[in-house]
């Protein structure tokens, strides 16, 4: 089991900056993946980023440059920087954790996603 809890969303107007947090913490396990995605009303759940238990990070395309994760050990805890945001990244954003190694961290697929917070929403107005 592992517990996955988001905050730091809210609202910023377009080129703001917010920072995203997500602590997974177990007793017994360290995740091998964390990894954010995001989901708006009407569309599929997509992928953002994801750091590997090595520290390897992916990022989405559509984030590169302007997301930039980062780690606090001591509190096992994953940030989620955001700069430069624009109106289309508006949605729910989930952090998740996975125990399994795979190519799916690599690849920000939520296949080996196994344990998920409820989501942090972020609003971003025109």
């Known amino acids: 089991q592992v517990d996955v809890v988001e905050s730091g969303g809210g609202s910023v107007e377009t080129g703001g900056s917010l920072r995203l947090s997500c602590e997974a913490s177990?007793?017994?396990?360290?995740?091998?993946?964390i990894g954010w995605f995001r989901q708006i009303p009407g569309n599929k759940r997509e992928g953002v980023a994801t750091?590997?238990?090595?520290?390897?990070?992916q990022y989405a395309a559509s984030v590169k440059g302007r997301f930039t994760l980062a780690r606090d050990y001591a509190k096992k805890t994953v940030y989620l920087q955001m700069n430069s945001l624009k109106p289309e990244d508006t949605a729910t954003y989930y952090c998740?954790?996975?125990?399994?190694?795979?190519?799916?961290?690599?690849?920000?697929?939520?296949?080996?996603?196994?344990?998920w917070g409820k989501g942090t929403l972020v609003t971003i107005s025109s």
């Open positions: 750091i590997r238990r090595d520290d390897l990070t």
């Open positions: 177990s007793d017994t396990y360290d995740p091998y993946c």
């Open positions: 998740a954790a996975g125990l399994s190694t795979g190519t799916y961290c690599d690849t920000i697929s939520s296949t080996g996603m196994q344990f």
